[in-house]
T-cell receptor, first 114, second 115 residues
Framework: DQQVKQNSPSLSVQEGRISILNCDYTNSMFDYFLWYKKYPAEGPTFLIS?????DKNEDGRFTVFLNKSAKHLSLHIVPSQPGDSAVYFCAACEGDQGAQKLVFGQGTRLTINP | GAVVSQHPSRVICKSGTSVKIECRSL??????MFWYRQFPKKSLMLMATSNEGSKATYEQGVEKDKFLINHASLTLSTLTVTSAHPEDSSFYIC???????????FGSGTQLSVL
């Protein structure tokens, strides 16, 4: 049972445009969500997170939106840059304190075309 | 879909003991597996890259004699925390590539608590 799903395995966006990566979850107990970015041959690096008490969190070109009723979150990157080409993982957990287990989606490969 | 199984999901041990964590790819062969340690605020630290049939590649600052990695087959990698201490308490997560499309699948993690 996949509790965190990224239904698009890949996404191609033109440089300068907006990239939107989507993630759905099924466990209503999840209340903290994260996005990680991964380049080939490297481990994932933390990008941005959001708590369920918010519906939006912004950090520079990256914005994460959370729709709790739909159990859906999205990552917006604007404007997209070639260096954003990577695999993006969303993850979820119960609570943002301590060592709660992260549950990952399967990732979406984003390609930014010049 | 592809599944990566990690076992055990939780282990509590006394200081000074060794703990082995297994990571298995259940329906695909994984030539490369990764081991991560999860820190507070959910940052993931890549500890090492495990390649089947060869020595693991450790990231800077990770003690290879303390965190022993063995990737003896295309479906199994193990991480052994030797002489565990309370500061080793953490979540340890493995992931595996399914070639050739380089999709990365994560294990369910192991919560290690060292008393």
């Amino acid at each position: 049972d996949q509790q965190v799903k990224q239904n698009s395995p890949s996404l191609s966006v033109q440089e300068g445009r907006i990239s939107i990566l989507n993630c759905d979850y099924t466990n209503s107990m999840f209340d903290y969500f994260l996005w990680y970015k991964k380049y080939p041959a490297e481990g994932p690096t933390f990008l941005i997170s959001i708590s369920s008490i918010k519906d939006k969190n912004e950090d520079g070109r990256f914005t994460v939106f959370l729709n709790k009723s739909a159990k859906h979150l999205s990552l917006h990157i604007v404007p997209s840059q070639p260096g954003d080409s990577a695999v993006y993982f969303c993850a979820a957990c119960e609570g943002d304190q301590g060592a709660q287990k992260l549950v990952f989606g399967q990732g979406t490969r984003l390609t930014i075309n010049p | 879909g592809a599944v990566v199984s990690q076992h055990p999901s939780r282990v509590i041990c006394k200081s000074g003991t060794s703990v082995k964590i297994e990571c298995r790819s259940l329906d695909f062969q994984a030539t490369t597996m990764f081991w991560y340690r999860q820190f507070p605020k959910k940052s993931l630290m890549l500890m090492a890259t495990s390649n089947e049939g060869s020595k693991a590649t450790y990231e800077q600052g990770v003690e290879k004699d303390k965190f022993l990695i063995n990737h003896a087959s295309l479906t199994l990698s193990t991480l052994t925390v030797t002489s565990a201490h309370p500061e080793d308490s953490s979540f340890y997560i493995c992931s595996a590539y399914r070639d050739p499309n380089e999709k990365l699948f994560f294990g369910s993690g192991t919560q290690l608590s060292v008393l």
